[in-house]
């Protein structure tokens, strides 16, 4: 299993002008990543298709992101949680080009997404340090 693919949004007028990179290096995750900001650039994904696993790291607002991994065609969920959060208060997140509204735990910080983006795309697993949902 390696990482083969990786796309971004890049959404002008209602259009998305995304791109796709073949064999991606952490340095273009991490620019991919760096560079949402949950208006025109509002998720990053990385996997492998033929494998059938990712990683979706969607919203950048106010340094504010959803990350989930999915194994054998959506089959397996894996979402990313901030502990210091609660589930019962609600924050908007612009992910995918559209408005969402998601559990308070489910926006992580910059910093929680890179860290399991990193392990992600070294380990093609979820960070065994950080608290996973499935």
Known sequence: MYIAEASYDNWKDGKDFGNDINMPSWNDIEWMISSLNGDDKTEVIFGNSEEKFYMYVGGGA????????????????????DIEKKEDKEEFLVVGGQEGRFDANECVSKDLAMKAAKYFFENLKPHPDLKWED
Do not use: A, G, Q, W
Request: net charge positive.
């Open 62 to 81: 106010n340094r504010k992101y959803i990350v989930y991994i999915s194994y054998n065609e959506e089959r397996k969920f894996y979402n990313l949680r």
